[in-house]
């Protein structure tokens, strides 16, 4: 389309002034064509993203009252502080965790899924979509309830079978392992989508010409499901990774760090440092703190994507 | 290597009956196609054969036993697949090796086996690519390989070659042929073009709406077809059909086709249809090489008629002519110095000795 709009355009050209060609001649070309297609997007980019970005920085930068450049000292300051190594730790550790039982239970149900054939598939997908639709902010508070250790359908089930009361949010092992719960519920449906789309994408006669080869079903999803999805799992983790490490609403509404700052995230703890006690730089440089961590992370995942690019 | 048999297998999908009975016995080293229309179930059964679809009713027995119930990974059949179905993530070799390493066999054996095939194939120099690096005639070669290394009891080809250009069609044709004359395994072939059909195989089976029409060599189904629809599937350009009925004129037997044009019936063909009842509806079928220029000197049985033609096709080594005999579009072969031109009057010889007679009603072959 591009390309017949230049053309009609230099059409024009040729009957036009010759003083204005050079400016014309500019307009015309593709590339400057380009550039100011995706200028708005550039323009949003850069106030929503790129300023921001390095507003941070330069936050990061100042004293706790944002009157004196400090240099890397709030860094060095942070360095010595237990909590943020207990912070980085359970970073870690929540992302990693959720992320991988994310893209497991997604693997298994896009399986199950994709084996429900037609109209009755639609039901199901949409259905399992619901925990990723429903704004994160509310469906956790509903869970916030369900947690509750007095009053709770979780606690009441359990008491029919002796178990409990469990302290849900009150202990350190069961505080994380609800946030954990309750951003795997919420992210798996997004790796359930992915996944059942790159299913759909594996063409039948590869698994028919695996059956022949004496593929059973395991090997079927080993040497053909996999590679074939590789690409796909690759961008989906990366994607989540990022996400979930920077995950704030379901622990700030759910414990908001606690125990004793034992399910703090960056985002969480950033927000405490910063805005609730008022050290903003200090909190800004707890931010920056994901930046390599995820850059790292970003290029061992996607090592080799570009290259496996299109093998199909 | 074993042979094969289809006993009344059908298939049916909720409420259609892709296959509707079919028998066929395939010997060991035979290399049969299944031709037909699409839909006539051509694909359904070597696909059942090949155990990717569950049989309804029936048996299919492979070297003598029954693997109705047998899974694919277990019949020891290989399939070579229209789109090729290779693995995009793996090389020539393991594409090739895929097979035989899940059964665990050793190294140094599937090692010479693909080496074998992919010299048998000439595809030596491709056996470290991946397959998005291959041409579609190479990538038919590798499908072919995956299929030879596995050394199964038989080979399942489904429509190979429909996705490669004409001329490399003609090439692998001769390629699988070629193949099949060096590993001998027992081969069913499924295909729409009936070319193919005829160059490839040992016995075709004629297939139309889930039923066998004819099984018999490329011979047979070219000069004794049984039906209206293999005699009119087998050949190009399709034999033609013209309205007939029979006549007794001063004792002969002759054959009417319009009020002007009737021919005497070759001793022969006379004795043969000289039982039919005289009102039946009837169709002459005659193929179009059967149809040519008139000459000085006809042949016994061969007649000569008049007529203007529509359009002419020079095909170079021949002229194709397409004429009208009272609404009925006939197509016939000329030589291609014969004078023939659009919308020029031509008189043309009909060679009796090689006609067909066919019941309209039933569309067999009398």
Redesign the interface.
Known sequence: MADVVVEQGRLARTASPRKRASLRNAMGRKSTVAFFLTLPLILLIALLVLYPAFYSVYLATLNKAMTKFVGLSNFTFLFKRETFWMVVRQSCIFAITAVVFKALIGFIVAHFVHNIPGKKQRKWRGMLLVPWVIPPAMSTLAWLWLFDPSYSAFNYTLSFFGVGPIPWLGDTFWARFSVILVNVWYGAPFFLIMYLAALKSV?D??Y?????????WW?KIW??TL??M?NIIAITTLFSLIVTFANFDIVRILTSGGPLDRTHLFATWAFQVGIQSSDIPLGACVSLFMVPILAVAAVFILRDVNK?G??? | MADVALRKVVKRYDDVEAVRGIDLDISDHEFIVLVGPSGCGKSTTLRMIAGLEDITDGDIMIGGDVVNDVPPKDRDIAMVFQNYALYPHMTVAENMSFGLRLKHYPKAEIKARVTEAARLLDITDLIDRKPKQLSGGQRQRVAMGRAIVRNPKVFLFDEPLSNLDAKLRVQMRIEIKKVHQKVRTTTVYVTHDQVEAMTLADRVVVMNKGRIEQIGTPNELYHKPATRFVAGFIGSPAMNFIPCRLEDFGGALQIRLTDRIAFALPPARAARYNALPRSEKLLLGIRPEHLTESHAHLGPGVESFDTVLDVTEPMGMETLVYFGLEGTPVCGRVDPNAGAADGAPMRLAMDLNNMHLLNEATGAVL
């Open positions: 063409p006669q590869l028919e010409a695996a059956a022949i080869d004496g593929a059973n090997q040497h053909i590679p074939m590789r496996r299109n093998e199909a």
